[in-house]
């Protein structure tokens, strides 16, 4: 806290930065002009209609006909919470295949959520074959598979088509953690046959970190409403007549019957919609969708590429799996000459106004993140960035052949 106590009343004055970190990014001008928009109460008509096309515009997003689409307050980690704690029962065994920071946190997400939470493992860096699904699904014999399409941690991200057949043959559901990967790389949920699939705003869809889409399927809706509990307060002689027999959600807020009856022409109270987050997640879908999934798709792959070129030709060697990667962000060794690469990360952001991550766990200080998502992912922020690392790489004592980082990205995109 600052002692100066006239501080305390200046405006917010923030650095102008380039985030071109594991997420959040820059938002669009566009969604945080939407942010501003004036606020209605929630159950003005005009309000409920954003609502409905917010629905409408995510099972566009998702691609989806899922009726059950909508957003859970918080950052994705609620979305997260609210798909795992609505579904999972006291003890059903959920298998959360880690391969990363955050198949740990869908095992402790599940784990809390009273399952007894199993899990199988590989190298960070890597993705799980399906083989290696194919037998811990047999032996288990879950009722849940939870796993991260994308792993931002390790910027892999793991191929779902033969996991979701497995899951179907032997009669697992199957959430996904789209956090990471929305937007920026293909995710066709009822291609795919995904049962439950949430998200946030803060990666390739270039909003602010504190909405979480999801989605799930009508087979997964008629399970939760067998847990359906409507709270005393605005409980009606018919809420009490569809009251579930299962076992009560122990969340409140993350109580998904709950949710659905908030999103249905019922608006049967629960939160207050948090309308600017509401006006915010609006915008970054239809910026999506204006823009085309696929050519979207195509934009973070593009520049992946070339900043990828860039880095190789500036001697730096990529991290993880190549066939395996995200397209919107990418992993780098730190050369040895720059210890855990902290300063030179402090130095990007102080010299360059340039944010880059390094990880968490076994790779924290043995990679640096670099995320080229949403409203960041275009030419000019790759050259920026390419330039700023070699002026600051050579600070630190890894020399580069000059320029040639920004003339093999130039390369890509005259190709391309
Ligand atoms: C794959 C993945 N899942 C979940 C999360 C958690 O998101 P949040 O911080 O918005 O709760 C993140 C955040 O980086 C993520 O990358």
Same mark, same amino acid.
Request: hydrophobic fraction near 40%; aromatic fraction near 6%.
């Given at each position: 806290m600052t002692d100066s106590g006239t501080q305390l009343f200046e405006e917010l004055d923030p650095q102008p930065r380039l #985030?071109?970190?594991?997420?959040p990014v820059d938002v669009y001008p566009r969604v945080l002009r939407a942010m501003s928009t004036p606020l209605q109460g929630q159950f003005d008509p005009q309000f409920t209609e954003y609502m409905n096309q917010v629905q409408v515009l995510y099972r566009q997003v998702f691609e *989806?006909? %899922? &009726? +059950?689409t909508f957003l859970v307050n918080g950052t994705a980690r609620a979305g997260i919470e609210a798909c795992l704690t609505s579904i999972i029962e006291k003890g059903d065994t959920v298998l959360a295949p880690i391969y990363g920071r955050f198949g740990h946190l869908l095992k402790e997400i599940a784990m809390r959520a009273g399952a007894n939470a199993v899990s199988i493992d590989t190298e960070w860096g890597q993705v799980f074959t399906a083989e290696q699904f194919e037998e811990a699904i047999a032996k288990h014999k879950p009722r849940l598979v939870a796993i991260s399409h994308g792993d931002t941690s390790t910027t892999m991200k793991q191929p779902l088509a033969e996991l979701s057949a497995i899951c179907k043959q032997h009669d697992a559901l199957l959430y996904i953690d789209a956090t990471a990967t929305l937007g920026g790389n293909a995710l066709p949920v009822d291609e795919l046959g995904l049962d439950m699939v949430s998200a946030g #705003? +803060?990666? $390739? #869809?270039s909003g602010p970190p504190g909405s979480s889409p999801i989605t799930f399927s009508d087979a997964v809706a008629e399970r939760l409403l067998k847990r359906k509990h409507t709270e005393a307060g605005i409980r009606s002689a018919e809420a009490e007549a569809l009251e579930g027999d299962g076992p009560i959600i122990q969340s409140n807020y993350f109580d998904l019957p709950m949710l659905m009856d908030y999103w249905s022409?019922?608006? #049967? %109270? &629960? &939160? *207050?919609?948090s309308a600017s987050m509401l006006y915010a997640a609006r915008e970054c879908a239809r910026l999506l969708l204006e823009e085309g999934l696929t050519a979207c798709q195509q934009r973070h792959q593009l520049t992946s590429k070339a900043m990828r070129a860039g880095l190789e030709a500036m001697g730096l060697e990529l991290f993880g799996d190549p066939q395996n990667r995200m397209d919107n962000v990418t992993g780098i060794f730190i050369p040895e000459?720059?210890?855990?690469?902290a300063a030179l990360r402090a130095q990007m952001l102080e010299d360059f106004g340039i944010e880059i991550g390094t990880s968490f766990g076994p790779l924290d200080g043995k990679i640096w993140r670099i995320g080229t998502m949403?409203?960041? $992912? &275009?030419k000019a922020n790759v050259l920026r960035c390419l330039s700023a690392l070699e002026m600051t790489l050579h600070r630190n004592g890894f020399k580069t052949p000059q320029g040639a980082g920004v003339d093999a990205a130039y390369q890509v995109y005259n190709n391309s």
């Amino acid at each position: 806290m600052t002692d100066s106590g006239t501080q305390l009343f200046e405006e917010l004055d923030p650095q102008p930065r380039l #985030l071109m970190g594991p997420g959040p990014v820059d938002v669009y001008p566009r969604v945080l002009r939407a942010m501003s928009t004036p606020l209605q109460g929630q159950f003005d008509p005009q309000f409920t209609e954003y609502m409905n096309q917010v629905q409408v515009l995510y099972r566009q997003v998702f691609e *989806t006909a %899922n &009726h +059950q689409t909508f957003l859970v307050n918080g950052t994705a980690r609620a979305g997260i919470e609210a798909c795992l704690t609505s579904i999972i029962e006291k003890g059903d065994t959920v298998l959360a295949p880690i391969y990363g920071r955050f198949g740990h946190l869908l095992k402790e997400i599940a784990m809390r959520a009273g399952a007894n939470a199993v899990s199988i493992d590989t190298e960070w860096g890597q993705v799980f074959t399906a083989e290696q699904f194919e037998e811990a699904i047999a032996k288990h014999k879950p009722r849940l598979v939870a796993i991260s399409h994308g792993d931002t941690s390790t910027t892999m991200k793991q191929p779902l088509a033969e996991l979701s057949a497995i899951c179907k043959q032997h009669d697992a559901l199957l959430y996904i953690d789209a956090t990471a990967t929305l937007g920026g790389n293909a995710l066709p949920v009822d291609e795919l046959g995904l049962d439950m699939v949430s998200a946030g #705003l +803060q990666k $390739c #869809l270039s909003g602010p970190p504190g909405s979480s889409p999801i989605t799930f399927s009508d087979a997964v809706a008629e399970r939760l409403l067998k847990r359906k509990h409507t709270e005393a307060g605005i409980r009606s002689a018919e809420a009490e007549a569809l009251e579930g027999d299962g076992p009560i959600i122990q969340s409140n807020y993350f109580d998904l019957p709950m949710l659905m009856d908030y999103w249905s022409p019922k608006r #049967l %109270n &629960h &939160h *207050t919609e948090s309308a600017s987050m509401l006006y915010a997640a609006r915008e970054c879908a239809r910026l999506l969708l204006e823009e085309g999934l696929t050519a979207c798709q195509q934009r973070h792959q593009l520049t992946s590429k070339a900043m990828r070129a860039g880095l190789e030709a500036m001697g730096l060697e990529l991290f993880g799996d190549p066939q395996n990667r995200m397209d919107n962000v990418t992993g780098i060794f730190i050369p040895e000459v720059c210890g855990d690469g902290a300063a030179l990360r402090a130095q990007m952001l102080e010299d360059f106004g340039i944010e880059i991550g390094t990880s968490f766990g076994p790779l924290d200080g043995k990679i640096w993140r670099i995320g080229t998502m949403g409203y960041v $992912c &275009h030419k000019a922020n790759v050259l920026r960035c390419l330039s700023a690392l070699e002026m600051t790489l050579h600070r630190n004592g890894f020399k580069t052949p000059q320029g040639a980082g920004v003339d093999a990205a130039y390369q890509v995109y005259n190709n391309s």
